[in-house]
C-alpha cells in the first residue's frame, strides 16, 4: 500500500539539542548535574504531567525551583537557559517541505500546551497539515490510543504512514499499531531509510 503520509516527532528531529553549554552551565549554578536538571524537566513525574497537560509549564519551572531551592527564581531565565543550545534542523525542515507536494505532513509530540501557539513563531509555523500534541488530547506516546489519533486527523491508514522519531520506544510504539516507523539519529541514515520506503529524498 502506497504512503500518503509522513509524521515527525518534534523535539530530537526538527529541533535538536545541539549545544548542551547553556544547559550544563544552568545546571552547575544550582549544584546539580544536567542529567538531574533534565529529569526535573522532561522525564520525572512532574514532567510527564506536563506533558499531559494536567500542569502548565509555569507550573512546572516552579516545582523545578523548588527542588532546586531557589527562592526568587526567574521563570523565563530558567527556560531560555535550559533550551537555548537548541537548533532547528533545517535540512530536514527543507526536506519535510518538499514532501508536502506529495504526501501529508504531520507532527506527533509529546510536549507541553504552549507548544503549538509558539510553533507559530518558528520556521515550522505552515509545515504541518496535522498537529497532534500530548498536552492537547492527554495521551503520550507510546500509548497506542496517540497513533490512532494522528492517522485519524491525517484520514490514512497506519500502513500508509511513516512516522520518524528520536525514541526507540515511540518507534515501536508505532510499530505495534501497523505504521512504518524509522528511529532517527542523523539526516543521512533518516534520508536512505525513506528511500528503501520509496519516499524520494531529491
Given at each position: 500500500m502506497d504512503i500518503q503520509a509522513v509524521i515527525f516527532d518534534f523535539g530530537g528531529v526538527l529541533i535538536r539539542t545541539e549545544d548542551y553549554g547553556p544547559r550544563e552551565a544552568l545546571a552547575r549554578r544550582y549544584g546539580v548535574t544536567r542529567e538531574h536538571l533534565?529529569?526535573?524537566?522532561?522525564?520525572?513525574?512532574?514532567?510527564?504531567?506536563?506533558?499531559?497537560?494536567?500542569?502548565?509549564?509555569?507550573?512546572l519551572w516552579l516545582y523545578v525551583a523548588r527542588e532546586l531551592g531557589i527562592p526568587d527564581p526567574n521563570l523565563e531565565e530558567m527556560e531560555r537557559a535550559f533550551w537555548g543550545g537548541d537548533r532547528f534542523n533545517?535540512?530536514?525542515?527543507?526536506?519535510?517541505?518538499?514532501?508536502?507536494?506529495?504526501?501529508k505532513v504531520g507532527l506527533l509530540s509529546n510536549a507541553w500546551i504552549t507548544l503549538r501557539e509558539w510553533?507559530?513563531?518558528?520556521?515550522v509555523a505552515d509545515l504541518f497539515d496535522v498537529q497532534v500534541i500530548s498536552a492537547e488530547v492527554g495521551l503520550m506516546k507510546p500509548d497506542p490510543r496517540i497513533y490512532a489519533r494522528i492517522?485519524?486527523?491525517?484520514?490514512?491508514?497506519?500502513?500508509?504512514a511513516v512516522f520518524i522519531d528520536d525514541m526507540p520506544e515511540n518507534v515501536e510504539g508505532a510499530r505495534r499499531v501497523g505504521m512504518h516507523a524509522i528511529h532517527y539519529t542523523d539526516n543521512p541514515s533518516l534520508f536512505r531509510r525513506l528511500q528503501n520506503l520509496g519516499i524520494s529524498t531529491r
Open positions: 533534565e529529569y526535573l524537566v522532561l522525564t520525572g513525574p512532574e514532567g510527564t504531567r506536563a506533558q499531559l497537560g494536567e500542569i502548565h509549564p509555569r507550573e533545517t535540512e530536514l525542515i527543507a526536506f519535510a517541505r518538499q514532501l508536502r507536494n506529495r504526501y510553533l507559530k513563531t518558528t520556521p492517522l485519524g486527523e491525517l484520514g490514512v491508514l497506519p500502513q500508509q
